[in-house]
């Protein structure tokens, strides 16, 4: 009886060998299996870092270059605005010169101005005096002239009446033509002549 107690025993020992056994196998398996996964996975999740590293990589590059050209941009603005601040400056400069040359000219032709205006004050009084002395001219031609023609008139007239004048007439008269033909005669012998012929003409009446 303890032989076949033994015996099943032993028989209970081995089946359970086989059992653990088998499931040790699966085990096995099930581990193969999910290392063979993992590492599967974990090769893809490395490939897949690693592109994604490779981009953030470039991505820094291209914003690194890109920075370096913004400063680049940057320190050239910086210059060509300095340069355009002296330029200004420049300008203002000559501004301020070209205001001030203006101002001496407009004060120039301000003066040249009243300058002209006077001129011409000076111009019209002297055409004023020109024209004065042009009718004073005129005037003195036309009386001029009217006395000559009294003093052909008297002349013509004491010519006809010749005949009946006496001594002092001839006399008067060789006066009056001594007078007239005398150098130098102006507009006085003119008038002493033709008072003479006055009084010629009143010793004839």
């Known amino acids: 009886m303890e032989l076949g107690t033994e015996k099943a025993a032993t028989q209970k020992l081995e089946s359970s060998k086989l059992v653990l056994e088998r499931q040790n196998k699966e085990l096995k398996a099930k581990l193969a299996e999910l290392e063979t996964a993992t590492r599967t996975k974990t090769k893809g999740m490395i ?6 590293v490779g981009n953030l990589e470039e991505q820094l590059e291209a914003e690194s270059r890109e920075r370096l050209a913004q400063q680049k941009a940057s320190r050239k603005l910086d210059k060509k605005m300095k340069e355009l601040a002296l330029q200004l400056d420049e300008e203002r400069r000559h501004a301020d010169q070209y205001k001030e040359q203006i101002e001496k000219m407009n004060v120039r032709v301000k003066a040249l101005k009243r300058q002209l205006d006077e001129a011409e004050e000076e111009v019209q009084r002297e055409k004023v005096g020109k024209r004065k002395a042009q009718r004073e001219l005129e005037d003195m031609l036309e009386t001029h002239e009217q006395l000559a023609r009294e003093c ?26 001594r007078t007239s033909l005398a150098p130098g005669a ?5 008038d002493e002549s033709f008072d003479d012929v006055n009084d010629t003409t009143n010793s004839v009446e």
Do not use: F, V
């Open 186 to 190: 102006g507009a006085g012998s003119g």
């Open 152 to 177: 052909n008139n008297l002349r013509n007239k004491l010519r006809r009446q010749g005949g009946g004048i006496g001594l002092s007439s001839a006399s008067s008269s060789s006066r009056m033509k």
């Open 47 to 52: 490939t897949s870092l690693e592109l994604k």
